[in-house]
Nanobody
Framework: QVQLVESGGGLVQPGGSLTLSCATSGFTLGYYAIGWFRQVPGKEREGVLCISTHNVSTYYTDSVKGRFTISRDDAKNTVYLQMNSLKPEDTAVYHC??????????????????WGQGTQVTVSS
């Protein structure tokens, strides 16, 4: 059974940092692209970042460039989202998702096959 479990969310002040983890099981992570998405109640889901099987990152939104970094550790079956210089508008539930795909990332969230339940990130003073 494919499972994705996000962790690391919490309450931080503007300008602070958080690292989210996506622990995976039930498949071989090295064959999959992994993406991070975020969603605020009542708003459309927004893509954040994806990392390909060949460790190439793709930004889905310019709003996190220079602040967020995605990485993967296939030996640990885990993907990370390092978030720095957090802003209140980063507040959302953050989900990880997977797609079996080589070399590149999916074009959008519609192309991902499996999703985690998410972890809440709240940025507030």
């Amino acid at each position: 059974q494919v499972q994705l479990v996000e962790s690391g969310g919490g309450l931080v002040q503007p300008g602070g940092s958080l690292t989210l983890s996506c622990a995976t099981s039930g498949f071989t992570l090295g064959y999959y692209a992994i993406g991070w998405f975020r969603q605020v109640p009542g708003k459309e889901r927004e893509g954040v970042l994806c990392i390909s099987t060949h460790n190439v990152s793709t930004y889905y939104t310019d709003s996190v460039k220079g602040r967020f970094t995605i990485s993967r550790d296939d030996a640990k079956n885990t993907v990370y989202l390092q978030m720095n210089s957090l802003k209140p508008e980063d507040t959302a539930v953050y989900h990880c998702a997977t797609r079996r795909m080589y070399f590149f990332c999916p074009n959008s969230g519609e192309d991902y096959a499996n999703w985690g339940q998410g972890t809440q990130v709240t940025v507030s003073s």
